[in-house]
């Protein structure tokens, strides 16, 4: 009989690729995670891992029981599902991963809503980035999280976890409203890679683009006019980075990073004092807007989802977080949420 939390320490490692990896991961030490897929190999009466020095790999007969292991695991989510379902009443713990944003303007109302209707249930949110967040739900870390996606840095399809879409927002490149842009380098707009022929308008965020008055350019002239000015993006190794390198790739730049900063409303003071330029989510943006700081909207968006584990949709706290969040998306965001 295989036991399935060693099928779970198989997966883990053919997500996170080193016992040492899954081991951090899940508070084992790595010669105990070695020991259980030992086991798990006898178990199986064949290997499942290739060990050369201190690497492992897979074996074909490994990759099989990893997706084995993904439906057992979902089976067990669905179990578990029913049976909170069936004990009736939420109480307890659920853990809630959230992006700083989300975190500020979506889950505090969420949270309150969810409290009226269950008192009994015990939410615990972290500051999660949603990088880290597949990782988290897979290991149990988490219950259910908030990712984020946006048009150049499409979010890929994780293993063992499903997502709902909540809302979308407009994203805008802010800079000095004192200082206008340099000029574009040599070649203009509109020849840079594909994606260059986005279309932007000159708004206030929490506007919908109809109602703006601002003049409609290109999404790449935008940017280019930019090229030489110095460029405030977040943490390598974050979506929100990639989206910021990308966004300039596509217009035919690479931005000159002067600071990396993860917080939007620092970023965004940091462009007041004229330290750069950067691309803000509407969430992102204090509210009113810093006049201090120029918003132009861009034809992007980031796109935000409620990520779980599969099988773990119809889980009744799982459920009822969900709901909570759709009631709380902010107006401004309104005409954008997904009907579940």
Aim: hydrophobic residues 45%.
């Amino acid at each position: 009989m295989l036991d399935v939390r060693r099928l779970r320490l198989l997966r883990e490692l053919a997500r996170r690729g080193t016992i040492a990896a899954v081991a951090e991961a899940l508070a084992f030490s790595p010669s105990a995670v070695s020991q259980q897929l030992t086991v798990l190999e006898r178990e199986a009466g064949l290997p499942l891992l290739e060990r050369t020095g201190r690497r492992v790999r897979l074996t074909p007969a490994g990759e099989t029981l990893v997706r084995h292991a993904d439906a057992v695991l979902e089976r067990l989510e669905r179990a578990g599902a029913d049976l909170a379902d069936a004990r009736g009443g939420l109480a307890g713990a659920l853990r809630v991963g959230a992006f700083p944003t989300a975190a500020r303007a979506i889950v505090p109302a969420a949270l309150t809503a969810l409290a009226r209707r269950h008192p009994g249930l015990e939410p615990m949110v972290s500051e999660t980035d949603p990088a880290a967040v597949a990782h988290a739900l897979r290991a149990g870390d988490l219950d259910v999280a908030l990712i984020h996606a946006y048009d150049l840095v499409p979010a890929p399809r994780e293993p063992g976890l499903d997502t709902e879409p909540l809302y979308r927002e407009a994203m805008y490149l802010a800079a000095p409203a004192g200082r206008a842009p340099g000029p574009p380098p040599p070649g203009g707009p509109g020849r840079g890679p594909e994606g260059s022929r986005g279309r932007t308008t000159e708004e206030s965020p929490g506007r919908s683009p109809e109602g703006s008055r601002g003049r409609t350019t290109d999404q790449a002239a935008v940017l280019l006019a930019h090229a030489e000015d110095p460029w405030i993006t977040a943490t390598p190794g974050t979506l929100c980075h990639a989206m910021t390198v990308r966004a300039c790739q596509a217009a035919g730049f690479t931005p000159r990073v002067r600071h990396r900063v993860d917080e939007f409303a620092t970023v965004l003071a940091l462009v007041a004092a004229g330290q750069g330029v950067a691309v803000v989510p509407q969430l992102g943006v204090t509210a009113p807007p810093d006049p201090a700081v120029r918003l132009t909207r861009l034809s992007m968006e980031r796109r935000t989802e409620v990520a779980f584990r599969s099988g773990s949709a119809d889980h009744p706290a799982v459920a009822a977080f969900a709901a909570a969040l759709r009631e709380s998306v902010p107006p401004e965001l309104a005409g954008s949420r997904a009907a579940r």
